[in-house]
Antibody, heavy 117, light 113 residues
């Protein structure tokens, strides 16, 4: 079945780095745009970044631009997010999400990132 | 930047009755080249990721019960849940795509009265 499984979350100190991964299965990964969306504890949803199907185009929310880098490996059916210079406000569950032109149709279960000293 | 608002913040509806959630965008999300409104609705239950219910303002995602319907255009949109079921208790979010940015509304909590 169609599935997205995130990994790589954890506890990191402010200013630190973390790399999230997402393994896709059950669909032709290379045909789809992909996104990362986050949800701080008890809060709403915030789109973070997306990447085109080929990986040549990327977009970022203002809150992470210059600190986060999205990438993908279509041969490995995998999506990544390199997160640098992390801040307390980056604490959230990070979801890997299959992206249609303007909506998000398949979500992973999420991986928790906690930024704290 | 586009701002999405939802009303009410929460509502309680009796089983079998109708629930109506409103969503308003600060800019029109209508795309004239393809005649689509870039507005989607999601349902999120505790401890679960969101689930896509409606896209293009009124197109129901595959597998979504037909008691869920979306309407509206431009800046004003509505999600209607007809004949509310116990399993519909959840948070509901609207989401827009505008000027290369995706924005979610703050969410509306639906409970049983």
């Amino acid at each position: 079945q169609v599935q997205l499984v995130e990994s790589g979350g954890g506890l990191v100190k402010p200013g630190g780095s973390l790399r999230l991964s997402c393994a896709a299965s059950g669909f032709k990964f290379s045909d789809y745009y992909m996104s990362w969306i986050r949800q701080a504890p008890g809060k709403g949803l915030e789109w973070v970044s997306y990447i085109s199907s080929s990986g040549t185009a990327t977009l970022y929310a203002d809150s992470v631009r210059g600190r986060f880098t999205i990438s993908r490996d279509n041969a490995r059916n995998s999506l990544y997010m390199q997160m640098n210079n992390l801040r307390a406000e980056d604490t959230a569950v990070y979801y890997c999400v299959r992206t249609l032109w303007d909506a998000f149709d398949i979500w992973g279960q999420g991986t928790m990132v906690t930024v704290s000293s | 930047d586009i701002v999405m608002t939802q009303s009410p913040d929460s509502l309680a509806v009796s089983l079998g009755e109708r629930a109506t959630i409103n969503c308003k965008s600060s800019q029109s999300v209508f795309s004239s080249p393809n005649n689509k409104n870039y507005l989607a609705w999601y349902q999120q239950k505790p401890g679960q990721p969101p689930r896509l219910l409606i896209y293009w303002a009124s197109t129901r995602e595959s597998g979504v019960p037909d008691r869920f319907s979306g309407s509206g255009s431009g800046t004003d949109f509505t999600l209607t849940i007809n004949s509310l079921q116990a399993e519909d208790v959840a948070l509901y979010y609207c989401q827009s795509y505008y000027s290369s940015t995706f924005t979610f509304g703050p969410g509306t909590k639906v409970d049983i009265k």
